[in-house]
Structures are given as C-alpha cells and as structure tokens.
C-alpha cells in the first residue's frame, strides 16, 4: 500500500503517481523484501543498498518529455545499452547509473523489470 509519503511527494505532479504505483507494485512483486524511503527528490528502493529511484529529473529536452512522466535511476557494473536509456554515467569505476524516463504505465514492462531485478541483484552483492 502507498504510504502518504509516497502520496506526499506526488503533489505537485499528481498525474504521474499512476506511474509510480504501476512501478512500484511491479517492483515489489520481482524484489519483495525490498525497502521504500521518500526523500525531497527520489524515492529510492533499497535491498542492501539502494538499487532503484524514481524522481522528476528531467533527463530529455522539454519538447521531448512526455506531458506527465517519471524518471527511473538504476545502478548496475556496466553500461546497459538500449533505446530506451536516456542517460548513462559511470559515476565510480565499474559503476554505472542509468536514466529512463516513462510516460505510460505500459512502459514498466518485462525490459525494464529485468534491468530493476539485475540492479538489486548488483546492489546486494555489491561489495563497498
């Protein structure tokens, strides 16, 4: 269930929150024992450590930007490639974060849960 916190921070975009429950829910269901914390700009999803975040970082030029969307942050040991990342940055060697924005519930699909799964599997074995 949706903690207020949660509904809290989608006040001010109240139309993407679908986006986060479709998300989240499909999260919850491929990693179970995992861990929500709400934050001024993320949501972040913890096993060990953090291995997902959801957030309005607006990671595409405006006019390419769905009207109501998420940006979804995930960590993994190399650079994912697809069409569908709009950002990826080696934040610290063997360390990468990477960027995909959604507008539709349909986009938290199979491809993207796989990426999630892989991300708390890096997350928890991740040494330092």
Do not use: C
């Not at 914390?37 to 959801?54: D, G, P, W, Y």
Request: charged letters at 30%.
């Amino acid at each position: 269930m949706t903690t207020l916190n949660e509904l809290l921070f989608f006040d001010s975009k109240p139309d993407a929150l679908a986006l986060y429950e479709a998300f989240r829910e499909a999260v919850l269901e491929k990693v179970p024992n995992a861990r929500i914390e709400v934050k001024k700009t993320q949501i972040s999803f913890f096993n060990r450590r953090m291995f997902a975040a959801v957030s309005f970082a607006p990671v595409r030029k405006a006019k390419d930007r769905p009207k109501s969307f998420l940006t979804i942050t995930f960590g993994l040991a190399y650079r994912k490639e697809s069409d569908r990342i709009d950002a990826a940055v080696e934040a610290y060697p063997n360390r990468w974060t990477h960027h995909v924005m959604i507008g539709s519930v349909e986009e938290v699909d199979e491809e993207l849960l796989s990426w999630i799964v892989e991300a708390a599997e890096f997350a928890k074995n991740m040494k330092r």
